[in-house]
């Protein structure tokens, strides 16, 4: 099983030869999922004492379970976030796997964690972060804001140590669900700012709320969650305003840009982030708009120093790892220990690519959603919801209810025409496109659009 003999040539054989032709699928099929019943009826469990031919595993995964998977980087999934990572990502995932790395520390893996330093700094110069900002790779945007927002606590313990009031975050009614989430991990209230028409949190919201129940008065806010591109309608918060706000209060300021961090690169949209500079944190998933495989995620803090205080984890068996006066442990700045090095594929395709094709890759989704937006105003039978602001697009089908989009999605996804399911805004049912593949096309929108007559 550990040595390399013939079975394991077999194995990277068969792999290798499949991964270059899952790799030149242009575009990848889409797929669909399936029921339990065909898994029953064509698949059966190959888990036993004395394990089987390379060939009947791999068969079954080509043939049976890998068609059962809906392919997120196929250009017609326009679902919930995509993923559509580079081909020089993915391709240098398998190196990443096959070098067994650990990117816990870096006594141990000082190679990979400087690699993954180098993008961590660019992302942060992207945000005009200062020199001493650092943070790592984690797995996702949940985990990020877990992360930072255990950091923006301690901070204000620190500082108001005698204060036992219930600890409190503040964000918009638009924040992604992982905020509240994290705010019931953390054991800690959580509130919830009702946003105007234009949906963007910004301080006089956030006043307005606060004088509406003296409930708050028994709060104490530690930290404030703007969002720098909404999961479901792609806002961008007041990020002036509520830096403004975090520095009056002395609150932590963090930004989740889970999805719209990428925007940061386009000047097409880089004056909505004026403002994150100020931040205390923010995270980015460049497995969402950056293009890398899932799972990896950027947290980013404006001082690491004190990340690295609350989350470095501490046992006789580790304390060698935090002797060592050389670069810095990733596992340090997050709410984990081991770690595959899953910021390395993304450094490499930078590399190799340049950062000019990503900005490309980035606008050219910014366009899609402009044309598919103008589309939507032009056909009687749709209306749009509301102007995109990056790249994600909202609009109605006249006159049908949430089972009528339920059943125009499932047919879709059967024709293999696209996957797009329906979202709730304001308890009403919409249609929401979410273009983040470069691959994407105006013929592909038309298709789609058309079908919805
Ligand atoms: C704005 C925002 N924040 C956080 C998340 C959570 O990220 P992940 O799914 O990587 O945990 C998402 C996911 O779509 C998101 O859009």
Redesign the pocket.
């Known amino acids: 099983m550990h040595k390399f003999d013939d079975k394991v040539a077999r194995i990277l054989l068969n792999v290798l030869s499949h991964t270059i032709e899952r790799l030149s699928l242009d575009p990848p099929t889409l797929d669909n999922s399936r029921t339990v019943d065909f898994f029953n009826e064509n698949a059966k469990c190959l888990i036993c004492e004395e394990g089987n031919p390379i060939e009947t595993v791999f068969n079954q995964y080509k043939s049976v379970l890998e068609e059962s998977i809906v392919s997120i980087d196929s250009p017609r999934f326009l679902s919930?976030?995509p993923v559509a990572p580079t081909k020089a990502s993915m391709i240098f995932d398998l190196v990443v796997s096959a070098g067994s790395l650990n990117g816990t520390s870096w006594q141990e893996a000082s190679g990979a964690v400087w690699a993954e330093n180098q993008v961590i700094r660019w992302i942060a110069d992207l945000a005009d972060f200062p020199e001493e900002a650092g943070g790592c790779f984690i797995?996702?945007?949940?985990?990020?804001?877990l992360s930072a927002l255990v950091v923006a606590r301690e901070f204000y313990r620190r500082s108001h140590s005698s204060n036992n009031k219930r600890l409190a975050i503040v964000c918009s009614d638009q924040?992604?669900?992982?905020?509240k989430s994290t705010a019931s991990v953390m054991d800690c209230e959580i509130i919830v700012v009702p946003t105007a028409q234009n949906r963007q949190l910004n301080s006089q919201s956030i006043l307005k709320e606060l004088n509406k129940s003296n409930k708050y008065k028994d709060y104490a806010i530690f930290a404030v969650v703007a969002?720098a591109?909404?999961?479901n309608l792609g806002i961008v918060d007041d990020l002036e305003s509520l830096s403004r706000y975090a520095e009056q209060t002395d609150t932590w300021l963090h930004v989740?840009?889970?999805?719209?961090g990428a925007g940061l690169l386009s000047p097409k949209v880089r004056h909505l982030y004026d403002g994150i500079e100020k931040a205390d944190s923010f995270?980015v998933?460049p497995?969402?708009w950056l293009f890398a495989p899932l799972?990896c995620?950027a947290v980013i803090y404006r001082d690491k120093s004190l990340a690295a205080e609350v989350h470095a984890q501490k046992a006789g068996y580790l304390d060698v790892l935090h002797q060592d006066e050389e670069g810095n442990n990733p596992s340090d700045y997050a709410f984990h220990l081991s770690r595959r090095a899953r910021g390395l594929p993304l450094w490499f395709s930078l590399s190799v690519y340049g950062v000019a094709s990503y900005r490309e890759a980035i606008e050219h989704s910014l366009d899609m959603a402009r044309y598919a937006s103008e589309k939507i105003i032009a056909l009687p039978y749709l209306r749009l919801f509301m102007e995109p602001i990056l790249s994600v697009v909202v609009f109605e089908r006249n006159g049908w209810d949430w089972d009528e989009y339920k059943r125009w999605s499932t047919e879709q996804l059967k024709n293999q025409v696209c996957y797009v399911v329906p979202s709730l805004v304001d308890q009403k049912p919409v249609l929401r496109f979410a273009f983040l593949n470069p691959e994407m096309t105006t013929e592909i929108i038309d298709e789609i659009l058309v079908s919805l007559e």
């Open positions: 919930f976030i797995s996702g945007g949940t985990l990020g804001n924040a992604h669900s992982s905020v969002t591109g909404t999961t989740d840009a889970a999805y719209g995270i998933d497995h969402k799972d995620a």
